[in-house]
């Protein structure tokens, strides 16, 4: 019963990801789905899902019945014996199968009811559309083309300004790379100008120590 259920979550997940995009086999499972609601589609499905909740919740209070085991007369946890360890283990896993179908079966019927009012809702704002071109008169056509084309007139001039601003923009650009340069340049002339005016000032420093020096040789 296991890998049934493992297989009935497969193809559900299958189903799930493909009405999330959109592609030729979402359309095949969207209509196969369409059947399945049409008829006696849904008694069916509300059987099969009343079924498969009586199993999930007899499978649970079979559970909670073993788990009950092991707890003793005094209230304290006792362990459980190997069988009952093995049957605890598939019931639990049983249980969180088949609520896991019931849950995703939930978000496919959801899935579905969306898809299918977005495309009532198209289908209606299509129509409203076409009738109100139908239903304007000659006039109003005319008025809505010079609406047209007075927007069209509009958008090119954006255009043309969006070129102007772009032609300025790259301008300022290079101006501002020039002068980056021009900046790099002088910053490098101070630092020489700075170096040179170092050399001199110790040059001056160097000549004025050995001035003193000089005099008291020339006076002995």
Known sequence: MIHLLYL????ESSM?????????????VIAILDKIKRGRGPIVIKTVAATISVVFFSTLYSTLKIQHRGIGDDGAPDTLNPTDQVLFSKHLLEASLMGFILFLALMIDRQHHYIRELRLRRKTMEAVKKNDVRCAGPEEIKAREQQVDTFKEMIRQLETELEGKVKEASTSEATVEALKKQSEGLLLEYDRLLAENQDLRYQLQTLEFRKPHYSMKKDS
């Open 16 to 28: 799930i990801m493909l009405l999330l995009f959109k592609s030729p086999l979402r359309k095949i």
């Open 8 to 11: 009935v979550i497969f193809v």
